[in-house]
């Protein structure tokens, strides 16, 4: 079913993930499907990227289009992420993207993350989405006074070559718009994007699809694909569907099927979430935390934290190179340690809820998304960094439009994630060595910039 990277324990799409927003979120009952469908497009994938393209191409330009998905809809990282919908989808910071893409192409890529914000809000508004939004923006908190020197130098480089209204808060104005604590030395808070419940807004954009014409067919795992001079033939489950085109909207859960083109281009990291029972008014009060704008922090292994809206802490931070249950243990456990550190009084509160997932990464450092060189009517998205609430329905928007033979808009045009990412090395082995290498090195740094 899926390319085995990690531990057989993250790839079980018969169960539901234990995340807090399964816990808490109503969601329509959709039956397994089954039988032989013949469309325009097959989407295998059934998170933010493939619902949006099935929804956009069945809305927009009438086609016939199935989605598959190996568990429930919205299975992976788009219902399970913390719901950070927020600029921008990269491991570059200002600075860096505009080393790597030039002052233009850094200027296109962030008017696509802006229209992406903007096309979540559109489509909540247009198709009745509850997404639960909540909180201005996003803060990047300084961890240390090194980190608020650095971060000065990138809240001018936003100001200057940016239309993303952003300000900056000494310590102190942070201290009374975000939080107080030791932990902090600062912030850049970004004024585009906030919080959602990120299953609400799969399950609206599944319901909004299915509504407009689209076949949905979750748990059904694609098991073996067959191109051919009509188009491609997938097999699954209980289904088999056969379509002129193809989207391949898998992310970080690589079927096994792979084309070889695509092999070697995505790198699937852990990432792993606890969320605190309710705090009470006093416990927020030790740290006068009030907002429930997202956070993340400017460490290289970063850590990333929000209040939700029913007064529980979602603290998050990637991690983990085995992705076994019992690994997963001490993760849980190290969490806890890092959320202590950043927030002392709530050192031993009760955790509620824990879980993890797979998000993508690349040598690019960008989403990459376009046509599959070699293999006609085939497309694919992927690699979002942990950040893709708003880009992956944009990515899949604009490969709805591409597949419908539109033209690019502007933006499309501009964005500068076209084409695929370079090749990681080709042993699973010898990837892992390099993410072990890098969670070391990230480590290594970020412990130099702590304060003393």
């Not at 960008?366 to 893709?388: K, V």
């Amino acid at each position: 079913m899926y390319q085995p990277f990690y531990h057989a324990d993250q790839y079980r799409p018969q169960h539901s993930p234990p995340s807090y927003w399964h816990a808490t979120t109503p969601r329509p009952t959709l039956a397994p499907g089954s039988g032989e469908h013949t469309v325009d497009v097959a989407i295998v994938g059934g998170g933010y990227c493939g619902l949006s393209a099935a929804l956009h191409l069945a809305r927009d330009h009438g086609a016939r289009v199935a989605v598959l998905e190996a568990g429930d809809i919205g299975w992976g990282a788009s219902g399970r992420n913390a719901g950070f919908n927020t600029l921008p989808a990269t491991k570059h910071d200002y600075i860096g993207l505009q080393r790597a893409l030039g002052e233009a192409g850094a200027a296109g890529f962030m008017a696509a993350q802006q229209e992406a914000l903007q096309l979540v809000a559109s489509l909540a508004a247009a198709e009745g989405i509850a997404t639960q939004a909540c909180g201005e923006g996003s803060y990047v908190v300084a961890h240390s006074p090194a980190a608020w020197a650095g971060l000065q130098d990138e809240y001018h480089a936003w100001r200057l070559h940016t239309p993303v209204a952003s300000r900056l808060l000494t310590r102190a104005e942070f201290a009374g718009r975000g939080h107080a604590g030791d932990a902090q030395y600062g912030a850049l808070h970004i004024l585009h994007g906030g919080g959602l419940n990120p299953l609400a807004l799969a399950s609206g954009l599944a319901q909004a699809a299915q509504r407009h014409g689209a076949i949905l067919l979750p748990q059904q795992a694609v098991h073996a694909w067959q191109p051919h001079s009509g188009g491609h033939t997938l097999q699954a489950a209980d289904s088999v569907v056969h379509a002129r085109q193809l989207l391949l909207a898998t992310n970080g859960y690589l079927p096994a099927w792979l084309p070889p083109v695509l092999r070697h281009r995505t790198l699937p990291v852990i990432s792993n979430i606890i969320v605190t029972r309710p705090l009470s008014a006093a416990e927020w009060g030790a740290y006068a935390y009030h907002t429930h704008t997202p956070m993340f922090d400017t460490r290289h292994l970063l850590s990333y934290w929000r209040r939700l809206p029913d007064g529980r802490l979602l603290f998050g931070a990637r991690g983990d190179l085995s992705g076994s249950d019992a690994s997963g243990q001490r993760q849980r456990a190290a969490l806890q340690a890092q959320l202590a550190a950043c927030f002392p009084a709530w050192a031993g509160v009760d955790i509620d809820y824990f879980w993890r997932g797979l998000i993508a990464v690349n040598r690019r450092l960008l989403p990459q998304y376009g046509p599959l060189p070699g293999l006609p009517g085939m497309w694919y998205a992927a690699g979002c960094f942990g950040s893709g609430v708003s880009t992956m329905p944009w990515l899949g928007r604009a490969l709805a439009r591409a597949m419908a033979g539109q033209p690019p808009s502007a933006s499309e045009a501009a964005c500068a994630m076209h084409g695929l990412a370079p090749r990681l090395p080709p042993a699973t082995a010898l990837q892992k060595l390099g993410l072990q290498f890098a969670y070391t090195a990230y480590a290594w740094r970020d412990r130099l910039s702590e304060p003393a």
